[in-house]
């Protein structure tokens, strides 16, 4: 480490007075510690921040063996990581029936420079539809778990690691009989991944560990939220950082303790990821680049995106000295608003800068000893610099000059004068970024449009068909909300109906609604049956189709119970067999409320006789007879519209993700968590279903009904 002190003083960024004199406390965040509060504070500042790790690290009897294990070296250089939701169109073609991760790759190549790792997420916000627990719903993915692996080798030949969550709010779905670590480290040693998101979790428990050593799999660990208690730092190898921004930059606790600990900073909802990438290259960690939000698209604008392309370009190319133990936060530098860590080699030092100011910054930068055959290199901009010498009291010192753009970055090579062909090469890449300044790419964030899938119309018939209910039409305020868990009221949340001109969760319109029939009941066991027996229908993606049925039949007495277990697809093909559709959202809720806004089909009130009794155990029961209920007849006369089974509607597509609106709610409730799918049998609220596949999309609570065009 570079005594830095005298030449501080010599130059005019410190007092002599400041260097002894005393300094305010550290300033603990959960995750971060902030820097000083002024250059003149920055010497004891420094000096308190290590005899802080070193009373720490001595108090945990701190080895970190677990950095050492060849299996986990690819934590200390995963910096690019998103979250990637398995709904995703660009991961999975559901036509084609196959996974395309090279699709998937190559759009995050073109756009931001491509990734190091991927969280494959799986879950929520589905998990809860019905007692399907985490697990299942993994094994549930396209090919079961033989075809995760073979997916998972996908990303491996392309030089990405894998990551899957596990959920420990799961506690109401089916018992998986196994605990939770025992669990993923056995699923994942199948699908041979390579580490562990622990959601929600602060800290993932040695037990983890244990559990992965067993099973002969190596898996690397990265809890949410962070290590609640530092005990936890030897065997959770990266960590998502939720920190907080201030002007001046605050440090990685955790990558402070130990500087081969990875940190991937999130802010997923953040429209502007200025702070993240600065805070996360000034430490020399990573960013998690996540996008598609529970099927809610917040994605990188261009700014951010070649921001991040730059970033990653860097921090990949010099892992190898961000990982310095020597690694120096607020390093001094020569102007205002400028911040700077230096991460010392044996042979090459780096230096990673951002300008906190809303304006460029050229100039002077760095003022550091010189040591003959030494050379310098702006790595952000691809050239060679050449320093002015500046001496004092006989020390010469080499003082670096470039300009660092508005909010932005920068970054300095010191190396000895021999050859680098790498090095070479690399400036030759940034220099060609260069030649667009980020301040030439647009900032302004979009969001995704959709669109909804056109539902053709039927025949028109005169006289209601059998089994079903003229609905006469009339005027209709159209009034309804989603129930996502997250997203606020954001654009780009829920859906876009066609008269709208962005997805939003909140939905009026007065309409006219034409004259239609539906059926009375939802389709059931036997009605389905009667379309296999005329068709000999079979999905070709046909997991988990009629899970319930056994050898092409339903359970005994279940014939006027709703048929589950059937895709949209399944549906489809059911109507047009029948001559029929499926209805409109707005349809359904016309014929379940009438005109009068009522909030059940009933009235206003809840009433527990007009549906089924919730099911709050870990196995799931099956739905109820269709005409069990009376008393929930709507005012036309339409039964089994709130509680008994979610009930397929519209779909809505947009360039990452399909979706389809459900109603009714159903009678499966999972307890101990707020995190499973909403429930909700309200006339004025609706579910979406993130749409991947047939064999993903079946659930045990969700059927369907059709209608009929009128004259």
Known sequence: MKNLLPLAVACGFLSAASVLGQTNSLKMAYETIAGPASPDQLPAWLAEMRDWRAKKLAAMNYHGAEYDRPQLKWTQSS????????????FYDPVAGKYTVDRYLDDLEKRYGGIDAVLIWAVYPNIGIDNRNQFDLVRA?????????KMVAAFHRRGVRVLFPVMPWDMGTRDEGRPLWTAIAQEMKAADADGVNGDTMRGMSRAYREASDQT???????????????????????????????????VSKYKWLEPRHMVNVCDRWARDHTDDLQHAFFNGVGFESWENIWGIWNGLTPRDAEALRRIAKIERAFASLLVSRDWEPHFPVLQRGVFASEFPGEQRTLWTFVNRMEYDIPGPQLQIPYHPSTRYFDLWHGAELKPAFVTNSGVVSAMLSFEIGAHGYGAVLETGAGSDDGLRSFLGGMKALAKKRLADFSGEWEFLPQHQ????????????????????????????????????DSVGVDVQYPWENSPRRYHWRRMVIKPFFMD???????KFKEFLDATGYHPRDDYHFLKDWKNGN???????NPVTWVSLADARAYARWAGKRLPHEWEWQYAAQGSDGRLYPWGNEWKADAAPPPDEGRSLRPPTDVAAFPQGASPFGVMDMAGNVWQWTDEYVDAHTRAAILRGGSYYHPQGSKWYFPNSARLDEHGKLLLMCPWEDRAGTLGFRCVVDAQ
Not at 469 to 486: A, H, K, L, Q, T
């Open 453 to 488: 899938v056109e539902i053709r119309p039927t025949r028109p018939a005169r006289t209601p068909p059998a089994g079903m209910v003229r609905i006469p039409g009339g005027p209709f305020d159209f009034i309804v909300s989603g129930i996502e868990i997250e997203g606020h």
């Open 216 to 250: 002969g799999h190596i898996l690397a660990f990265e809890p949410e939220v962070g290590l609640q208690e530092l005990k936890d730092l030897p065997w959770d190898n990266l960590t998502w950082g939720y920190w907080h921004y201030d002007f001046v930059p605050a």
């Open 554 to 560: 339903y359970p005994a007495g279940w014939d006027n």
């Open 79 to 90: 910096f690019i990581q998103p979250q990637m939701m398995v709904e995703d169109r660009y």
């Open 141 to 149: 993915l396209p090919g079961g778990l033989p075809g995760v692996r």
């Open 520 to 526: 009375r009941y939802p389709v059931t066991n036997a």
